[in-house]
């Protein structure tokens, strides 16, 4: 996760800024601790969100894709008692997640991690490499992400890589561990929804910040769902399974429209186990000479850096928009996110989605709702008493 932005901030306001542009409550952030912060403009749309790390009294790390320069353009907005830098690829990130992490960062360390407590942070070292160990779970099981100087990126992973052989340590790919996040429900920018960077409103901010290349990067689109006008794929935090971060105790941007959107709530997220056999119909479909074939299933899903929605129907209506479809090898099924309807939202409940784009070939797929995330949490387990 090096690629991350990051964007460092220190003085008396490193603080207050956050809190006038994040949905969250600040009222207890303590040293050592991690947030999951969001940021939305004045319409309650995500502009970006990523985690951000209190490292002293006065200062502060934030790492995040998109959230990064929407913070940077905001801080700059205003005469903030701090001072931020970008530090960009001056730090490397790398995670090591699933049930054997504990075991695999105490053997590289060479010291218990078990007083970190989820979403809290220390520094470790691995031989002279000093590094903050931050405890999270992207996998939806115990993991840890490591945060450290880029000249000593590649002793720190090979390290853990070498330990990790007795614990059957693997490298992920950028596809298969965009599957994590389905499993247990991560939702992600350009990914399963677009941020609110093109109304007239962000204008300035998007030109200032963004090349006409990246902005149609993060624009990308495709699947069977059509729309009038990119917004539709804009997401709230309401929308995302974010509504517990959101607290009104201070003022934020888009906190008027957040407010509304958490009393008149119209959609969620949950999770779509697509039909074994109607999958298997599309894959079938590849060797019938008869016909023309359905628009071939990437595996374990489709190529990053685009927003693959469909429409998921209920009696022909359109009830909501299903992305980042995927094979889990755990669950042994076709899985998406979908943001749903709430009507439609009862585990158990049965929707249609439609593959393949319009105008060509498409197959009705019968999907099941379940809960998101789909994997039992086990992110918070008391490592303790392991």
């Given at each position: 996760?090096?690629p991350?932005?990051?964007?460092?901030?220190?003085?008396?306001?490193?603080?207050?800024?956050?809190?006038?542009?994040?949905?969250?409550?600040?009222?207890?952030?303590d040293i050592?601790?991690?947030?999951?912060?969001?940021?939305c403009?004045?319409?309650?749309?995500?502009?970006?969100?990523?985690?951000?790390?209190r490292?002293?009294?006065e200062e502060?790390?934030?790492?995040?894709?998109?959230?990064?320069?929407?913070?940077?353009?905001?801080?700059?907005?205003?005469?903030?008692?701090?001072?931020?830098?970008?530090?960009?690829?001056?730090?490397?990130?790398?995670?090591?997640q699933?049930?054997?992490?504990?075991?695999?960062?105490?053997?590289?360390?060479?010291?218990?991690l078990?007083?970190?407590?989820?979403?809290?942070?220390?520094e470790?070292?691995?031989?002279?490499?000093?590094f903050?160990?931050l405890?999270q779970?992207?996998?939806?099981?115990?993991?840890?992400?490591?945060?450290?100087?880029?000249?000593?990126?590649?002793?720190?992973?090979?390290?853990?890589?070498?330990?990790g052989?007795e614990?059957?340590i693997?490298?992920?790919?950028g596809?298969?561990?965009?599957?994590?996040h389905?499993?247990?429900?991560?939702?992600?920018?350009?990914?399963?929804?677009?941020?609110?960077?093109?109304?007239k409103?962000?204008?300035?901010?998007?030109t200032?910040?963004?090349?006409?290349?990246?902005?149609?990067?993060?624009?990308?689109?495709?699947?069977?769902?059509?729309?009038?006008?990119?917004s539709e794929?804009?997401?709230?935090?309401v929308?995302?399974?974010?509504?517990?971060?959101?607290?009104?105790?201070?003022?934020?941007?888009g906190?008027?429209?957040?407010e509304?959107?958490?009393?008149?709530?119209?959609?969620?997220?949950?999770?779509?186990?697509?039909?074994?056999?109607?999958?298997?119909?599309?894959?079938?479909?590849?060797f019938?000479k008869?016909?023309?074939?359905?628009?071939?299933?990437?595996?374990?899903?489709?190529?990053?850096?685009?927003?693959f929605?469909?429409?998921?129907?209920?009696?022909e209506?359109i009830?909501?928009?299903?992305?980042?479809?995927?094979?889990?090898y755990?669950?042994r099924?076709?899985?998406?996110?979908?943001?749903?309807d709430?009507e439609?939202?009862?585990?158990?409940?049965?929707?249609?989605v439609?593959?393949?784009?319009?105008?060509q070939?498409?197959?009705?797929?019968?999907?099941?709702?379940?809960?998101?995330?789909?994997?039992?949490?086990?992110r918070?387990?008391?490592?303790s008493k392991?």
């Amino acid at each position: 996760w090096t690629p991350l932005q990051k964007m460092h901030v220190k003085g008396p306001d490193a603080i207050p800024f956050f809190a006038s542009i994040a949905v969250n409550s600040f009222a207890k952030f303590d040293i050592g601790q991690a947030k999951h912060v969001i940021f939305c403009n004045n319409a309650a749309k995500i502009m970006g969100e990523g985690v951000l790390m209190r490292l002293a009294d006065e200062e502060v790390l934030f790492t995040s894709g998109p959230g990064v320069p929407w913070a940077d353009y905001c801080f700059k907005k205003a005469d903030w008692n701090a001072e931020a830098e970008l530090i960009g690829d001056r730090q490397f990130i790398l995670q090591v997640q699933g049930p054997s992490s504990l075991d695999v960062m105490e053997r590289a360390t060479g010291e218990s991690l078990r007083d970190i407590r989820f979403m809290r942070f220390r520094e470790s070292r691995i031989g002279d490499a000093a590094f903050q160990v931050l405890r999270q779970g992207m996998a939806g099981e115990v993991g840890y992400e490591l945060h450290g100087p880029i000249d000593q990126a590649r002793k720190v992973f090979s390290a853990i890589w070498d330990i990790g052989q007795e614990f059957g340590i693997r490298r992920l790919g950028g596809r298969t561990k965009q599957v994590n996040h389905v499993e247990a429900c991560f939702p992600t920018p350009s990914i399963d929804y677009v941020p609110a960077l093109y109304g007239k409103s962000e204008v300035e901010y998007a030109t200032t910040y963004f090349s006409t290349n990246a902005l149609e990067v993060y624009r990308t689109t495709d699947g069977s769902y059509e729309y009038n006008d990119i917004s539709e794929l804009y997401r709230t935090p309401v929308e995302l399974g974010w509504g517990k971060n959101v607290k009104f105790d201070h003022n934020f941007i888009g906190r008027a429209a957040l407010e509304t959107e958490v009393k008149e709530a119209r959609r969620k997220l949950v999770t779509l186990v697509w039909n074994a056999e109607d999958v298997a119909e599309i894959y079938a479909s590849l060797f019938d000479k008869q016909a023309t074939p359905y628009l071939y299933m990437e595996m374990p899903r489709g190529n990053l850096g685009c927003v693959f929605a469909d429409k998921v129907l209920c009696d022909e209506d359109i009830v909501g928009v299903s992305t980042s479809r995927c094979y889990s090898y755990y669950f042994r099924e076709m899985l998406s996110l979908c943001v749903l309807d709430l009507e439609h939202c009862n585990p158990g409940s049965q929707v249609t989605v439609v593959w393949g784009r319009p105008g060509q070939s498409q197959k009705s797929v019968r999907a099941t709702v379940a809960s998101a995330p789909y994997k039992t949490d086990n992110r918070r387990v008391d490592v303790s008493k392991l």
